[in-house]
């Protein structure tokens, strides 16, 4: 089962339900070591992304990953708003005339957003931020993919490596964001940005699942 | 959360027509964008342009008008614009001769102005940027994000919008800027958190007898939680910090800018001034210029900042200078 | 209690030494009373005289200099002071052309201004009271002590500084402070009450969805106590309340005046700006002058007041002159 | 027992020791139906008068309640600063070359304190003021003094007439000083200036008990 046109809308609206629950979450993550507002931030992006994306009629993959990352881009802000917005731009034009991806193209495509938020935010691993839930997802879904494994199961390791990279960051001092201001403090808590690539990331596969 | 609001959505739009409302013809807003422009614009100068996420006030819609500021880009409370507004913003005040964005040292306010400049650069704008990053209580590294910019930022944008007022070049005003980044440090501290309406509770607890000391201004936590001490101890904790750093001198002339963070009265802050005038005096650095008030705030937050600028003749000629805005007035 | 300070007993003297040392040249301190005096006195001018309780800030002492008041006389924390003060304060900065004192009305104020009045009086000195009373939240009677001075007092100070700053005669300068008072009306609000440092605790307590209608700028309780309601809602009784005083009418204009009650920020009080614009834009009446932002304080209580001031050539020239203070400064 | 020039300068001070005492309560009280500092004002003002008085050599009962008046004028502020600068002002006139005060001199001092007052503050009977406190106090200070009553037993029937008078103000509603803003919301509390005029008188007996 490969991700198609409407699998890929119905995986951005589950996104959205699920950032929207999670809101308060990523906020509360966000004040410990941040300025609160990540969950919002995010929420209030995906909503104009289910907004933008319900209006519109598509034919391939890249032009819908392309409206969601130029929505996020003008609505979001903060940091995560231009990594994500590029994140899901780099992925838009690996993707672009695809009809469906499989779980190779997926891992090219996303290989290509993370290294648009490292070029962007100049973050290495352990750095404490979205990279160490991204990084290791992207390694996980592309050695997936070279052994031929289907979507499904190449988004499963790559949720199991997301997941164990977001709780990678809780012991880590914060060398990049907001979180960094805090040095030492910042031990002990979970990085809200690994969190939400986490949620997205658990949700596409779940989204998919669904429709399987 | 008590706050006067409507919906917790529209505060910054609302806080917004207000603002242009209470000041016509000095200020106008953006017919599409979220920003603040000043209401003469485009001039045929450079166009200063700064923003940040809102909840700072007067930052920086208040210091839009003759002398400061062409146009500030307010984001959602604490959260850093986005490129769109930046863009839209230049377009709507650019008069031919380049644009000076001024940025505080967030990833975000970063990333976002970088976007806008590539956008505005692609078609042909002249854009300069400078970083504000001036504050002492991040420890720096070429492996983090670097120093906030928090208090500094007041005072570049009075004393570039001067020099582009008076018709300083793009690579004159840009160099002006980062001299007065050079030589501006500053180090804030609370005695209560704040609330982010969107969030509804605050960022963090303090109890009755502490402060967080070296907090940055989105109502984030600081390097340091103590217990409350005297003012004068409190003053000579942070300027000692600051003093160090530049390192100012005695026989140096500064501008001693002693700011509320929102929630604290000016009683008190005029009382953190002289112990601050008095520290600075034992130091023998001389104080020739000063400003105490609410100008770059974290709602209502109590606490305050502090902020040394080392002055020359330039720069106390610029200080000088008329500006008329909301948040700053004076000479005109 | 969370303030920054060093002794209790020596709040109100530390603020008044950092007015002074952050504004030098533009006021002194008396040598001998607690009594900010015009750097630049005595001046051939109706010497304009007003004081209270402190904790007000910037009322009185950030309104000394040029083309307001000639000397400030602030009590100890909302408490009127002290007839020698008013009394030593009009002899450093008389001129020989009279002394006019604008009194807010409270019992204290009024006994303590008099008192120093008949001193002065009784020396050969032309001395001249007007008290404002233009707190609509306050029900008047001939048997009462009659309404609280608000924020019409920084309006009735900014316009009859002028008009002694221009040369006018005491009984001039004093019938327009009588003018201005008659056609001011004013009414707050609070969302917190505040804390008088030597008492250590708040004056009053509400629940986090509790507001005080028409609270005075002394951190008593108000007349009523409500649920808290939208910014809209809040403007509106105030507005309302204010209107149907004078009363205001459809074609009057005005000038608008949002003040912070110290712990409130810019954010909320340019919001609440704007629904007072669309109020009075409903019913017609014209806001040709604004002013937002902290000018009568009540410590760091959470809350605003609105006051309205109707306006004519005379007063709108008047409010336009130069003025030079801590607090309030244009045209120099 | 008459009151003599040593007698006022240890009631002096014994009131001061009552009104340090009793500041934070004072304070209390005008918390609930004014600004929280009526506490704060006596005992402001009464530790400069004993620091005033301490110094002084006095000859007769005037010139003390003189310097007390001048002291309390320039040190309380608010209104019972010159309320009560006035009050101590006209005994002090009355009690001039005086070197003992007996019942009936002393009824006369504090009948033309109590007309100083009621001439600058206008507050009559009932207005929930000192007035309320201190008028009874005089009337049964004179009647008692009238009938030939010794000073301790005509401040005795004072006292009580004070502390009558001082209960007295807790239903009434305000119409002068501050807490007449608070409309019908000052009912149910008791006045301050009411309650440091009972303090004052009472405390003025218990030292002239002492002292006999
Ligand atoms: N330089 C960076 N590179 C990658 N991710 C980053 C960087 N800086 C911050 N982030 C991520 O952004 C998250 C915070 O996003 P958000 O709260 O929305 O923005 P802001 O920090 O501007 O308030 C962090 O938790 C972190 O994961
Ligand atoms: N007009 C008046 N006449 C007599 N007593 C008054 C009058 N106004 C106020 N008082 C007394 O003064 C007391 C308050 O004193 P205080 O708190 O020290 O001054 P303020 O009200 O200025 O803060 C009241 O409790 C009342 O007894
Ligand atoms: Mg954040
Ligand atoms: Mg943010
Ligand atoms: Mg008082
Ligand atoms: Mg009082």
């Known amino acids: 089962m490969n991700l198609d046109v409407q699998g890929m809308l119905k995986a951005i609206d589950a996104i959205g339900t699920t950032l929207e629950a999670h809101k308060d979450y990523l906020t509360d993550l966000d004040s410990a070591i941040g300025d609160a507002d990540h969950g919002i931030n995010m929420n209030r992006g995906f909503t104009k992304v289910r907004e933008k994306v319900s209006q519109g009629t598509y034919g391939d993959l890249g032009a819908i990953l392309k409206d969601v990352a130029m929505t996020l881009m003008s609505s979001v802000g903060g940091a995560s708003g231009p990594l994500y917005g590029t994140f899901f731009m780099r992925m838009s034009m690996k993707l672009a005339g695809l009809q469906a991806a499989d779980a190779s193209s997926l891992a090219a495509a996303m290989e290509e957003g993370l290294k648009g938020i490292v070029a962007l935010g100049k973050a290495q691993l352990e750095d404490k931020t979205m990279v160490d839930a991204l990084s290791p997802a992207v390694e996980a879904l592309k050695k997936a993919a070279g052994t031929g494994a289907s979507l499904t199961e190449a988004l499963e390791a790559a949720v199991l490596a997301a997941q164990a990279g977001m709780e990678s960051t809780v012991p880590l001092v914060a060398r990049k964001g907001r979180a960094s201001y805090l040095g030492k403090r910042s031990v002990g808590h979970q990085d809200p940005g690994a969190t939400s690539t986490y949620l997205i990331l658990s949700t596409l596969l779940m989204s998919l699942k669904e429709v399987a | ?332």
């Not at chain 2, 953006?30 to 342009?49: M, Q």
């Not at chain 2, 006030?57 to 614009?81: I, K, N, Q, R, W």
């Not at chain 2, 956008?119 to 002249?126: A, T």
């Not at chain 2, 500064?254 to 600075?280: H, I, K, R, W």
Request: glycine letters at 12%; aromatic letters at 6%; proline letters at 4%.
């Open chain 2, 1 to 332: 959360m008590k706050k006067l609001m409507n919906k917790v959505d529209d505060v910054v739009v609302q806080s917004l027509a207000g603002l242009e409302a209470a000041h016509p013809g000095l200020v106008k807003l953006h017919p599409s964008v979220k920003a603040v422009l000043r209401g003469d614009a485009p001039k045929a100068k450079v166009a200063v342009i700064s923003g940040g996420g809102s909840g700072h006030e007067p930052l920086h819609g208040g210091y839009v008008g003759y002398g400061m500021l062409d146009a500030a880009c307010p984001g959602e409370v604490f959260t850093s614009p986005t490129p769109d507004q930046m863009y839209e913003a230049a377009k709507a005040v650019e008069g031919g001769k380049g644009v000076l964005f001024i940025v505080k040292n967030y990833t975000g306010d970063v990333m976002n102005f970088q976007m806008a400049a590539d956008m505005l650069s692609g078609e042909g704008v002249n854009v300069a940027q400078v970083v504000i990053d001036d504050d002492v209580a991040v420890q720096d590294s070429l492996y983090t994000a670097g120093r906030r910019g928090v208090g500094g930022t007041v005072l570049a944008e009075k004393i570039v919008g001067a020099k582009a007022e008076a018709g300083g070049s793009l690579e004159e005003v840009k160099a002006l800027c980062e001299k007065v980044n050079s030589q501006v440090r500053s180090m804030g501290m609370a005695l209560t958190p704040c609330t982010v309406p969107a969030a509804g509770k605050p960022t963090f607890t303090l109890a009755d007898d502490e402060m967080e000391i070296g907090i940055g201004i989105h109502g984030e936590p600081g390097r340091q939680r103590m217990k409350l001490q005297s003012a004068k101890e409190i003053v000579e904790m942070m300027a000692k910090a600051i003093v160090d750093d530049l390192p100012f001198k005695a026989g140096d002339e500064v501008l001693a800018f002693v700011n509320g963070m929102g929630g604290t009265p000016q009683m008190e802050l005029y009382l953190a001034y002289n112990d601050l005038a008095s520290y600075l005096r034992e130091k023998g650095i001389v104080i020739a210029r000063s400003l105490v008030g609410n100008y770059i705030t974290s709602l209502e937050m109590q606490g305050f900042s502090i902020t040394l600028l080392k002055l020359d003749d330039e720069l106390k000629a610029l200080w000088d200078a008329p500006v008329e805005t909301a948040g700053l007035r004076w000479g005109r």
